[in-house]
């Protein structure tokens, strides 16, 4: 959230609005976006730059015009990459319009496929967190073919496939458990009547 500007400060502001190609119509995207960008301004302006819908917005007070000028600098010459910034896991499931489980699933089979790893450190926390980010053409690839209604389609019938084989297996189970219990116990050659005379005629040597 920026920091409260009081209203007698005259300000002096700055507006960009983000390409669709930039955000691929997310507000997750776009927030992800801005956090970028003030993670490469100087500490002193970074909560000078906020946004509102698509619309970023520099407002530095009118006696700090030189930071003001060296902000709008950055940040138009930042905006010129924005299109091709990784898509982070949380950026791609509002894109998409998908679960984190669908994520994790399509990208451990090889559907979706990765652009890469970053390593990040929590804030305020010394651990440090790895995680899969995804090229921007792919997710508008994706966005725009209809192959994740393809995959949801795919992923059900392999579930109902699998549900099948495991009813059937389970039937099987209990078929031959039931016809193991069933069967009449074997009997011994000591229980055999006439064993013990054949036996002794030695019939089977």
């Not at 976006?33 to 819908?53: C, N, Q, S, T, Y």
């Not at 998908?98 to 651990?127: H, M």
């Amino acid at each position: 959230m920026a920091k409260k500007k009081s209203n007698t400060v005259p300000l002096l502001t700055e507006s960009w609005t983000l390409p669709p190609a930039a955000t691929l119509g997310s507000s997750v995207r776009a927030k992800g976006i801005l956090m970028e960008l003030r993670a490469k301004l100087p500490f002193a302006v970074r909560r000078d730059l906020d946004i509102a819908g698509m619309v970023l917005t520099l407002a530095v007070p009118e006696d700090d015009e030189d930071d003001f000028k060296a902000a709008r600098a950055k940040v138009s010459k930042l905006l010129e990459t924005m299109e091709s910034l990784p898509v982070l896991p949380r950026e791609i499931e509002d894109i998409l319009t998908i679960s984190t489980t669908e994520r994790r699933r399509w990208l451990e089979d090889g559907r979706l496929p990765s652009g890469g790893i970053r390593t990040v450190r929590l804030r305020g926390r010394a651990k440090r967190i790895t995680f899969h980010v995804f090229e921007p053409k792919v997710v508008e690839e994706l966005l725009n073919s209809g192959a994740i209604d393809e995959w949801r389609e795919h992923d059900l019938a392999a579930k109902a496939e699998n549900r099948r084989r495991a009813a059937h297996q389970a039937k099987l189970t209990r078929s031959l458990k039931k016809a193991k219990s069933a069967r009449p116990p074997e009997r011994s050659s000591a229980e055999l009547s006439g064993w013990e005379e054949f036996d002794r005629d030695g019939l089977l040597r």
